[in-house]
C-alpha cells in the first residue's frame, strides 16, 4: 500500500523558515516526480514545487520562487520543502504528491498519489 506522510509543518513567524518533509512507502518513486502543492481555506489546490525523478530539473510556481527549494533522497524515497522568508499568505495545508510519469507538471489531477497533508501557519 503506497503511502505518502508529511511532515515539518507548525506555526511560525513572518520572515522566519520551516522544512517540510514527505516520506513515501509502499514503492519506490526514484524515476517519477514529485511535487508540493497548497491548499488554503477556500482556495484550489496549488502547485509550488516539482522535482524530477533524478532530482536534476526543479519547477517552481513564481509565488514561490527565490523563497523556496525542492530537493529529494531517492535513497530515503523522501521529497522536501525548504521554505525560507515566510509569509502570512503562504499559510495553507502543504501536500505532496507523486505522477507516475516523466516531467513536471502544475496540474494537480495528473498525480497518482498525494499525502494528507501538514499544516503550516505564519502569523505576522
Known amino acids: 500500500q503506497v503511502q505518502l506522510v508529511e511532515s515539518g509543518g507548525g506555526l511560525v513567524q513572518a520572515g522566519n523558515s520551516l522544512r517540510l518533509s514527505c516520506a513515501a512507502s509502499?514503492?519506490?518513486?526514484?524515476?517519477?516526480?514529485m511535487a508540493w502543492f497548497r491548499q488554503a481555506p477556500g482556495k484550489e489546490r496549488a502547485f509550488l514545487a516539482g522535482i524530477s525523478g533524478s532530482g536534476g530539473s526543479t519547477y517552481y510556481a513564481d509565488s514561490v520562487k527565490g523563497r523556496f527549494t525542492i530537493s529529494r533522497d531517492n535513497a530515503l524515497n523522501t521529497v522536501y520543502l525548504q521554505m525560507n522568508s515566510l509569509k502570512p499568505e503562504d499559510t495553507a495545508i502543504y501536500h505532496c504528491?507523486?505522477?507516475?510519469?516523466?516531467?513536471?507538471?502544475?496540474?494537480?489531477?495528473?498525480?497518482?498519489?498525494w499525502g494528507q497533508g501538514t499544516q503550516v501557519t505564519v502569523s505576522s
Open positions: 509502499g514503492r519506490t518513486f526514484n524515476n517519477y516526480a
Open positions: 504528491a507523486v505522477r507516475l510519469g516523466l516531467g513536471i507538471i502544475s496540474n494537480p489531477s495528473v498525480y497518482n498519489y
